[in-house]
Each structure stands twice: as C-alpha cells, then as structure tokens.
C-alpha cells in the first residue's frame, strides 16, 4: 500500500536526526566514488520499469542493490528508501516470490540489529516500515510495543490508525494516540521544524501541510473511535487554530 504522496518521503528526510545525517555523509566520504546519486536514482527507476516489464529477477537485483547501496552513495533517499522504493519492492513480492523471500530476509537481519538496542529509533524506522510495505500489522504492533519500553518515539504510525482501526485493533490506536493533546503538540512542534527547513521550497511547504493535514484528520477520527465524538470534536477546534484544512474540517462531523 503506497503512503501519502511526498509527504512520507519528505518528512522522513527532514526529520532524520542531525547526527544521523552527519553520520551518513562522513560514510560517503570514506565509501568508493564508484557510484553517484544519479546512479542510485536510476537504478530504482530501472527497477520499476523491470517490473513493470515483466522482468522479475533483474528488478529484485536492482531493489536489493538499491536498499544496501542508496545511503551510501545518497543520504537524500533516506526517505524515498524507506516509503516509494519499499511499496514498489512490496508490489514485486507479491508477483515474484523470491522477491518477498528477500524483503523478509532484510526485514529479519534489521530486526536483529535492532533488537541489540531497541532505543535506536533509526532501525526502529527501518523494520517498521518494511512490516507495513508488507501489510505485516501483526509484527508491526509487536515492534510498536517494544520500541515504546525503550522510548522510541513513533510517528508513522499516526498515518495507518485507519488501517489499524478497520484490523478492529481499538486498543492498539489508544496506544499509539497516547494523550491526544500531547500528540496534538508534537504535530505542531514536528510541522514548526520540518517547515523551517522548507523556507525558500513553498512548493513542497504545501505538500508538507498537506501530510500533517492528514496525520491530524486520521488522529481526529481515531479519537472519536477510541474516545468518544464530543472529544474529537474539542480536540478539531484545537487543530484547525494549527492548520486550518479541509480534510481536518471534515475529519468528524457533529
């Protein structure tokens, strides 16, 4: 299932922590300049039209070299690698087996990594957003669990309350709603710093908006699932003074 538009993408990116950053960019450096981001670029492109060709095996190559190489060579696709290129990988595996046999390899070796240090928010991101390529919401809620003991701050997951109510898991998008004020904040404090990044990019300013309009709207009606109409309907009033939207204004109704 394909994510909201740039949106994921672009959060993603925005929101890797500095370090994280700096960190990739200082392995460029050491990595052979054998590769170029142009390079990475295309080589997802070709994946994409080898599966749409038919040519199954050439795009899994492509996919598998993509997902080990695309950081090394272009720290920008952190968030294209974890959202477009995953949903396309997840399309293959469902026409190509082995193409599913090699996702949920990468998936368990990641797994692993992470459960060495299950504070690492990085592999946190990297194992959650395979299982949901994958409509994997079994594991992707395990995973939720774990990584909130260790204080692993979570918010993808507001993007997919709607799948997680529909599954009848009422419990579960309690928990990833938390106290709906605080994560009415961290949406505004996420939105502040992503749109200070953006200030010379009106263009992707709009898209970006347009992401947090839907993370509110999905919040909103997860409230009124797990807390009732009339607290969805005060926490609108709330949202619409932080982003004045149609899809919020329409998120509930009276």
Request: proline share 4%.
């Amino acid at each position: 299932m394909k994510r909201p538009v740039i949106l994921l993408a672009v959060l993603l990116t925005l929101n890797s922590s500095h370090a994280q950053t700096k960190d990739l960019q200082h392995s460029n450096t050491r990595a052979s300049q054998s590769y170029t981001p142009a390079d990475v670029k295309r080589a997802l492109e070709r994946a994409e039209q080898c599966a749409r060709e038919g040519n199954y095996a050439e795009a899994l190559r492509l996919h598998i070299w993509y997902h080990k190489n695309a950081l090394k060579y272009d720290p920008a696709q952190y968030g294209v690698r974890l959202s477009f290129a995953l949903s396309d990988w997840a399309d293959l595996a469902r026409a190509y087996p082995p193409a599913l046999h090699a996702l949920l390899s990468i998936r368990n070796q990641t797994l692993t990594t992470y459960g060495k240090d299950p504070s690492d928010a990085h592999m946190y991101g990297e194992v959650l957003s395979i299982d949901l390529a994958l409509d994997d919401l079994p594991s992707a809620k395990t995973l939720f669990y774990q990584g909130r003991k260790s204080g692993v701050r979570d918010t993808e997951l507001l993007f997919e309350l709607n799948r997680i109510l529909q599954a009848g898991d009422v419990k579960w998008a309690g928990d990833v709603i938390g106290d709906p004020v605080k994560k009415l904040d961290e949406i505004k404090a996420d939105r502040e710093l992503s749109l200070s990044a953006l200030t010379t990019r009106k263009d992707l300013a709009k898209e970006l908006d347009h992401m947090f309009a839907t993370q509110i709207a999905n919040l909103l009606k997860a409230v009124a699932k797990v807390h009732g109409l009339p607290a969805a309907q005060k926490l609108q009033k709330s949202a619409l003074k932080l982003l004045d939207s149609p899809v919020i204004r329409s998120a509930v109704h009276g």
